[in-house]
Structures are given as structure tokens and as C-alpha cells.
């Protein structure tokens, strides 16, 4: 089984920029693509960004495009999201997630997930 913590989130100015991170334990996190989601208040968790096990291949929500910056480095088997020119409406819950199958954008192909951190961004 693999365990998954989130860290890096905080509270920033809009503009600003934070890095995430998704670091593994119990088991490689190598053999998974990797997925960024976010929930917000009286919100549905909604997915933000993916990357597949080798980091070639990425996704991302169009919310995020040009902003938002998935990586990975296997040997220290953790995943980034970079997040720049952040706005207020991407004040969330921050979680990552591994699925075994697919790089998908849907929370039920996602065979395990983090408690999640915080990003407060404020205007």
C-alpha cells in the first residue's frame, strides 16, 4: 500500500506562486501516474492536473493551463505541482492521488489518495 502526504500549501497573495508536494511512502509511487485534484468549500473535488509514471505525458484542467506545472521525480518518489499567478478561486483543499491504469481526470479511476493540503490565495 502506499502512502501519500501532501505539503507546501499556505496562504498567498494573489499573483503569488506555491509548490506542492506529493510524497510517497510504503511502496514506490514510480509504478503510478500521479493526479492533482482540489476541493473547495460547499464544492466537488475537481481534477487539476496528471502526470504518468514516467513524466513524459501530463494533462491539466483548463482552469489551470499556463499557470499550473505537474512533475515528478521518481528518485525521490515524489510529485510537484508548480502553481503560479495564483487567483482566489483557486483557494482549496489540494489532494493527490495514484492510479494504476490511466492518466484519467475522473476521482473513480484513482486507487489512492492523500489527506490533502490547504491553498489559501488572497485578493
Known amino acids: 500500500q502506499v502512502q501519500l502526504v501532501e505539503s507546501g500549501g499556505g496562504l498567498v497573495q494573489a499573483g503569488g506562486s506555491l509548490r506542492l508536494s506529493c510524497a510517497a511512502s510504503g511502496r514506490t509511487l514510480n509504478n503510478y501516474n500521479v493526479g492533482w485534484f482540489r476541493q473547495a468549500p460547499g464544492k466537488e473535488r475537481e481534477f487539476v492536473a496528471a502526470?504518468?509514471?514516467?513524466?513524459?505525458?501530463?494533462r491539466y484542467a483548463d482552469s489551470v493551463k499556463g499557470r499550473f506545472t505537474i512533475s515528478r521525480d521518481n528518485a525521490k518518489n515524489t510529485v510537484y505541482l508548480q502553481m503560479n499567478n495564483l487567483k482566489p478561486e483557486d483557494t482549496a483543499a489540494y489532494y493527490c492521488?495514484?492510479?494504476?491504469?490511466?492518466?484519467?481526470?475522473?476521482?473513480?479511476?484513482?486507487?489512492?489518495w492523500g489527506q490533502g493540503t490547504q491553498v489559501t490565495v488572497s485578493s
Open positions: 492521488a495514484g492510479d494504476l491504469r490511466v492518466l484519467g481526470t475522473q476521482i473513480s479511476s484513482y486507487d489512492f
Open positions: 502526470i504518468t509514471r514516467g513524466g513524459a505525458g501530463t
